[in-house]
């Protein structure tokens, strides 16, 4: 399954900003069917979890701020987010690399 995600770069008082935000039925489905609510907060522990998984040293450099239906990850580069953008489209189109997400999700993060 593809998983369907909408993300955006911006820029906000001098830092970087990643919107990460879903509204797409199947793909709240897809979370829901693993007991989770597929909204802001699921995102934001996936989010975080592919971020350790593929740029683990960079981590440190990003600020979480999870809402209910969007998350927004801010970092002072934009080359940071930039690549997590790609991360997370590689892993929203497979379904081995989501799973492992899930897997490895803080689930402190989705609260």
Known sequence: MVLT???????LDGKYGLLVESDDPATSE?????GLEGNGYTWNGVV????????????????WSPEA?????LCSESEPLER???HI??????????ES???????????
């Open 5 to 11: 995600v909408t993300t955006s770069l911006v820029e």
């Open 30 to 34: 897809f979370f829901e069917q693993r």
């Open 48 to 63: 975080e979890s592919i971020a350790r998984l593929e740029m683990a040293g960079e981590c440190q450099k990003l600020d």
């Open 69 to 73: 239906d969007s998350i927004l990850i």
């Open 84 to 86: 997590l953008e790609q």
């Open 89 to 98: 489209a590689d892993y929203a189109g497979d379904d081995s690399k989501i």
């Open 101 to 111: 997400a899930l897997a490895a999700a803080n689930p402190e993060m989705m609260d």
